[in-house]
């Protein structure tokens, strides 16, 4: 059996979705593990102990929660978490020697796990793929965040060029790593993030509203996210407030304790606009209650300055609801610009009231944009997503075995598979 190594070091994938530090990827990483165990890997994903849990947990079928001791067995800030590299990199190498089996190949997500995953690869002789979910250089280009530390970027830069693979989840960030981080376009590849289309589906408007309070008249816009500036919700709530419905509610879903300075931000500018007793903070909703609040909604908006995929906007639409987006980063990937909701091109909160203003006057609209949104969010089926990631894995797989360019046999597995990877 194969055995695949996932690195999430940072963060763990059972983590509580909405807080500051777990959101897209804490998903990613659990329903990929997950999807490819139902493939017939066997998988680890590595974490750091953060509290008192078990060192091992199952996550399903053939795949497994591995937590080592590396710094203070407590929540740490990002930046410390980094310094404890080397210590997770021994606990790694001591587990396995423990356990007397190692792994076919490596696959790492964000720079610190990439950090890590460069030296295992290089310990154990295997293929290491790399995704990075975000970007130390177009974070700090956004300049909404605080900025992000040299040494992310200086060790995005080396994991982009020494890794076997790197995925990116939209043709942007594969365009920005050639650009900005010179990575080499032939080890590169796109493979979208997936989307569980059981759990995302359209449920009945009415039954919604009444499981989550939300009155049956009022139109209903929700955002949902880590809460942290980069989302660009001050844009939404300005927008909110020039909208032409004056009935119209906004709830906001996610953000705990971390994200406190923000969210009194946005609370006094919601309150100065004069639209605070219509803006509800709900906190973190269980990921499993979204597909209610999407269906309960009228439009979802993601107004963010940057999103390198943008799961929520495809989970909205497998919902059948509308998604008002920035035009960025993925979302100009996945969102179809008047097909299912509407790309705005501009960081400013008018040309995301004007399209909000048409899409709450038009029902039809809204119907309309929301078939063909889960039309399109159907593309992002996980066992298919897991299919291409399955045979980038055995091509690297491949290439190893063989000394051939990594180039050669991910062509190769394109045309076997007989489609684009
Ligand atoms: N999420 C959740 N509950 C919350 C807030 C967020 O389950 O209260 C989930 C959301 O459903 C999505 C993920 O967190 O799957 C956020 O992913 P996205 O790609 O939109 O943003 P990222 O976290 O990658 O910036």
Aim: overall charge positive.
């Amino acid at each position: 059996m194969t055995r695949i190594l996932h690195l999430s070091v940072h963060t763990s994938p059972l983590a509580p979705l909405g807080g500051r530090d777990a959101g897209g990827m804490n998903v990613y990483v659990l329903e990929l593990s997950r999807a490819l165990g139902e493939l017939g890997y066997q998988v680890d994903v590595m974490t750091r102990l953060d509290g008192d849990l078990p060192p091992i947990a199952p996550l399903g079928p053939n795949v497994r929660l591995v937590r080592l001791a590396a710094g203070p067995p407590l929540p740490l800030p990002k930046d410390d978490i980094a310094r404890c590299g080397a210590e997770f990199a021994r606990e790694a190498l001591a587990f396995v020697a423990r356990e007397g089996r190692g792994y076919d190949l490596i696959h790492s997500h964000y720079w610190q796990s990439a950090r890590i995953g460069l030296a295992l690869a290089r310990a154990w002789n295997v293929p290491h793929a790399v995704m990075f979910h975000t970007l130390g250089a177009v974070k700090n280009r956004a300049r909404v965040s605080e900025a992000e530390p040299r040494r992310r970027i200086a060790a995005e830069r080396l994991a982009a060029r020494r890794a076997d693979a790197v995925v990116t989840a939209s043709r942007h960030e594969r365009e920005l790593l050639v650009r900005d981080y010179g990575a080499d376009p032939s080890r590169l590849v796109t493979i979208p993030c997936g989307i569980d289309l059981e759990l995302f589906a359209p449920r009945n408007r009415a039954q919604a509203r009444a499981r989550l309070g939300v009155p049956p008249e009022p139109p209903l816009l929700v955002w949902v996210g880590r809460l942290e500036p980069l989302k660009g919700v001050d844009i939404l709530v300005d927008a909110f407030a020039q909208l032409q419905r004056r009935d119209a509610l906004l709830w906001i879903v996610g953000g705990d304790t971390d994200a406190e300075a923000y969210r009194s931000a946005l609370e006094a500018q919601a309150r100065e606009r004069g639209v605070r007793e219509r803006v509800r903070f709900t906190g973190p909703m269980p990921h499993t209650e979204l597909p209610w609040l999407y269906s309960a909604a009228d439009v979802c908006v993601v107004p963010s300055y940057y999103e390198s995929f943008g799961l929520v906007a495809v989970e909205a639409m497998a919902c059948g609801t509308p998604v008002v987006a920035s035009r960025v980063g993925g979302l100009a990937e996945t969102v179809i610009d008047g097909v299912t909701g509407y790309l705005i091109p501009w960081r400013c909160p008018e040309p995301f009231a004007e399209k909000l203003d048409v899409l709450l006057a038009n029902p039809e609209l809204r119907a309309n944009f929301g078939r063909a949104g889960r039309r399109v969010a159907e593309r992002f089926r996980w066992p298919s997503v897991a299919a291409r990631i399955a045979s980038l894995y055995e091509a690297l797989r491949a290439g190893r075995r063989r000394g051939a360019r990594f180039r050669d046999e991910i062509y190769e597995a394109t045309l076997l598979a007989g489609g684009q990877l």
